[in-house]
């Protein structure tokens, strides 16, 4: 798409600001049909971001994006319109803004909750270095439901400064907004509202200003030039209605299945989360104590036909993350069976909740991590690879890695009559198989050969490089065992012990520093063994497509294959 | 104390009841000032726990307390009156609700925020299961700015169950709480607030009631009776006020002074927070960037001093340790020097925020981790034995452990022109000296030696004990060299790749997963070295005093002296 220059949006007539939306939301839908990313978000916010580079000087003037991931617009109308068919894609623009991209782009989003603290704290910035610009923290009603919003309105009476928060209001998350903060925002947008529920929001430092049409112009302009003038006495809190898909029917009629969209050419494969979905109805089934939580994310983990089936058993809590996790905790200390499915890089939020809440108290909570390890097109602020690291230290906790989808089904339906907390992570995609007994804390040998080589992996990823790697050595005349390190706590003490294996390589889709390498590396201190860890390296892994990353980052067939073969010319 | 049956509360006349209050007020005078412990809290919650107890059926009836310090007068209450005098020491009564001591206790908790969480998970399995108590859930103003507290809120007409929100109002987090939410909560307490305001509640599914006198039993009383009855078919918010220190002048008078009270018997000592507040205030002076950051512990971190001098830099953002995490992220991406003191237990709460807003962007924030390693009294949730190994695969993160109060002073001086992400982890008390000038991810030789064996400590208790473990084997006849090592990330590998000997001990104030033990033994892979790590053991470490907690869980003096001994015999 053409660059639009600030100078056209700053001349432009309504008629023609409706056509450079036109514009856009023809360059998104295409680009993001071809690359894949967010779809219907960015379809909705395409008139409000028009209207915002209209009455704002951007970069002079600062937005953060919460979550970011409707920031389409926006980069198209900050000089990087050229650019956009690299989106996602390896080296090309990323789909959250990012400082390092664009002075357009002033703070780095990806986790929802974050916008209106960071908006404070550049305002507050603003005021102690005596400088004047405009900040707007634009944040979706999903987003509202999260503690640090609300830990963030507490704070601007104490802050004192004045900032603009736009709530995008569109009615989901990623699954529809849900709770009691949706409740006073629907009254409102339906005028059902007392007047007084308005100003509550006085009551902490903002200015109430809606509802207003997010999706028409001539509604936005006026609202936002005002909402402009009083910025200069007291923040504001403009609450406008989106439509999620805005102009294209079957993106407005199906949200959740476009908001996030995969790239073309992507072949359906097999997901963990519909085994995960499967399973845990069953268990539900045949066990009324098994509930399902969810942080506003049923349909991507799987969870739907839970929920259709056993609705008073599945809850999804909106994007509250800890909450979630001390709910489970409970649930889990009053006889209930509490599953709690999430991403890995979301379950970063429940960290305290996950050692205070749950493994504190020693309760059978089971964490369904999906998403672990590289994910690829989000990038850093969406790799699943510290969970390993995070857990790994946390007493009482129990953390598989199944080896693909036939053993994840395995370690769930044997989860039901485990009595302790416990984590399974694993990723999006992976193999079916059938389902065996998994004694927990055993490893399981995969190959036992007679080298003196024996390859420790933990997960699908790893292990299928594994094998890789073995067919390549077994065509150069040699060979290596093959361990299915499927528990990274509790270690299989036992047959770590009995393994006489001189060299020893460790594989796990996580960054190196304290993960399964680590453990490795200290069962085997002081045992004259040889040992070499691959895994990713002590860096943030940038947006690009999963197995060149992984492969970039740290688990390189290559590397891994010549350090087996060095090992065997060593003997 | 004698212990007082649920019949004589039952059965006894409101003055009675008034009588039975002054019994536990003195009791808990008493033995707070002896054992030390929270005292004006306490002091504030008799009457209100006496007729919670009047009221309801425990342990039938659930009750969850936020934060838990405040329940010494439900301990009286309930079967633990003769073992009061061992609160907080090892082996007796902890100073939070456990389970594991008391079927009264339903919930363990010690962070704050987690209360109505746990209440809804309670009440939920409660209704699945088709049983029959009400479910109360006794919370602090302070923690009602905490997210995690509107997360649950929202939850309310999700889960759909009914529960009992206690608003304990007295005005006070450790320090005094601010904040829009407790600007509305003085609006209903002064009566100013429209009724609107109150109705807001119903919004969230809760039916308000309020406001009582907590210390008053006359109101109380059928206050809670109402509540009660409510409850079988709402959720009920009581508001209830009560004065920090109740009954004791001094304490009503010093509720800051009066809420952790050191045992009788401890003498005054140095803290590292009375460094972190002079250096902090100086550097602010030089510079104009410096800001200061805390979430309601502002004297507890030694930071009275920079409050009253540069007001205007110095935020207390109330119990919202996630939120303040991020507003100095954003404060650091505009030009701002950040600083934030925060509980290294505590700091658990950010953790997501550390990887995502501060380390995602290589922003200058300095996280002044206090009361790390094992702190004692408090127990399984206050000890900060896991911050090295959340932090220790951080990308961009420097650690820094210094090794006294000198040595830490030295890091803050020179942290003003460091630009990066910094963390540095202190215990509570330590001993001064000279401030040197420390090159940031540079070990300091304390000790070269001829021998064959070397020791890493990190920070001020483990060179402690090197120090003693040295002068052990000197006397013996032997020696070994000692490693200030300073930083965890990151590590020195010029040093640790010229040090020649070939047994190395490390030492650290944390668990052993994750921390500087497995930083030194990836270091020394195939090295042939022979290492040893002391640090503290995959379990939750109780409360008890420090020194015996140290030694019980890891770092054992004897333990270590007989490992060194061992090499030195070895060669």
Redesign the interface.
């Known amino acids: 798409m053409r660059n639009i220059t600030r100078r056209e949006i700053a001349e432009a007539s309504t008629s023609q600001l409706k056509q450079i939306c036109e514009e856009i939301r023809d360059e998104i839908f295409s680009t993001v049909s071809t690359c894949g990313g967010h779809l219907s978000s960015n379809l909705g916010i395409v008139e409000l971001t028009v209207a915002l580079h209209r009455v704002f000087d951007f970069p002079h003037d600062k937005i953060?994006f919460d979550v970011g991931h409707q920031c389409y617009p926006h980069k198209l109308l900050s000089g990087r319109a050229e650019l956009f068919s690299t989106l996602r894609k390896a080296g090309g623009l990323s789909g959250f803004p990012k400082?390092a991209e664009s002075e357009y782009d002033?703070?780095?989003t990806?986790?929802a909750g974050?916008a209106l603290?960071?908006?404070?704290?550049?305002a507050?910035?603003?005021d102690?270095?005596e400088e004047d610009f405009n900040v707007i923290a634009l944040i979706g009603d999903g987003s509202f439901?999260?503690?640090?919003?609300?830990?963030?309105?507490?704070?601007?009476?104490?802050?004192g400064v004045n900032v603009l928060i736009i709530l995008n209001d569109n009615g989901m998350s990623i699954s529809p907004t849900?709770?009691?903060?949706?409740?006073?925002l629907s009254?409102m947008k339906t005028g059902s509202a007392?007047?007084?529920?308005v100003?509550?929001f006085e009551?902490?430092?903002l200015c109430y200003m809606g509802v207003y049409n997010g999706n028409d112009l001539n509604e936005l302009l006026p609202a936002l030039n005002e909402a402009k003038t009083r910025l200069k006495k007291e923040s504001v809190l403009l609450h406008v209605t989106t439509k999620k898909g805005q102009g294209y029917p079957f993106c407005e009629h199906e949200p959740l299945e476009t908001h996030g969209v995969s790239p073309k050419s992507k072949k359906p494969c097999k997901e963990y989360s519909s085994a995960l979905g499967e399973e845990l109805t069953a268990l539900a089934t045949k066990d009324?104590r098994v509930?399902a939580v969810t942080a506003a994310m049923t349909d991507s983990l799987g969870l739907r036909g839970f929920f259709d089936t056993y609705p008073?058993?599945a809850?999804?809590?909106?994007i509250?993350e800890?909450?979630a996790s001390?709910?489970?905790?409970?649930?889990a200390?009053?006889?209930?069976k509490p599953y709690y499915a999430i991403y890995s890089t979301f379950l970063?939020?429940a960290?305290?909740?996950i050692?205070?809440?749950v493994?504190?108290?020693n309760l059978p909570v089971t964490f369904c991590i999906d998403r672990a390890g590289i994910t690829g097109a989000d990038g850093?602020?969406h790799q699943g690879v510290?969970d390993l690291?995070?857990l790994?230290?946390?007493?009482?906790l129990t953390i598989a890695i199944p080896k693909d989808i036939g053993e994840f089904r395995a370690i769930l339906q044997q989860s039901v009559s485990f009595n302790h907390p416990l984590a399974i992570r694993y990723p999006r995609e992976g193999v079916e198989s059938i389902p065996k007994n998994v004694e927990f804390g055993k490893f399981e040998v995969l190959h036992s050969t007679m080298s003196n080589i024996i390859l420790f992996a933990a997960g699908e990823r790893c292990l299928t490089i594994a094998e890789n790697v073995r067919s390549r050595a077994q065509k150069e005349g040699f060979d290596f065992s093959i361990v299915n390190t499927r528990f990274l706590r509790p270690l299989d003490d036992k047959l770590l012990s009995e393994r006489k294996e001189k060299y020893v390589v460790t594989l796990e889709d996580n960054?190196?520093?304290?993960?399964l390498?680590?453990?490795i590396?200290?069962f085997y201190?002081?045992s004259g063994k040889?040992?070499r860890?691959f895994g990713y390296r002590?860096?943030?892994i940038p947006h690009g497509e999963v197995s060149s990353l992984s492969a970039e980052y740290g688990l390189n067939e290559d590397e891994i294959f010549a350090c087996i073969k060095e090992f065997y010319a060593r003997g």
């Open positions: 953060v400082r002033c703070y780095d990806g986790h974050t603290s960071a908006a404070l704290g550049i507050k910035a603003r102690l270095k439901n999260n503690g640090l919003i609300f830990e963030a309105l507490n704070s601007i009476r104490i802050l849900v709770g009691g903060t949706h409740e006073v009254e007392p007047i007084e529920d100003r509550l009551r902490f430092g009324k509930v008073e058993r809850f999804d809590v909106g509250c800890e909450h001390v709910l489970c905790a409970a649930l200390s009053h006889g209930m970063q939020r960290f305290d909740e050692i205070h809440d493994c504190g108290q850093e602020t510290f690291s995070y790994s230290f946390i007493p009482n960054v190196l520093i304290g993960g390498g680590d453990a590396n200290r201190l002081n040889v040992i860890n002590d860096e943030f």
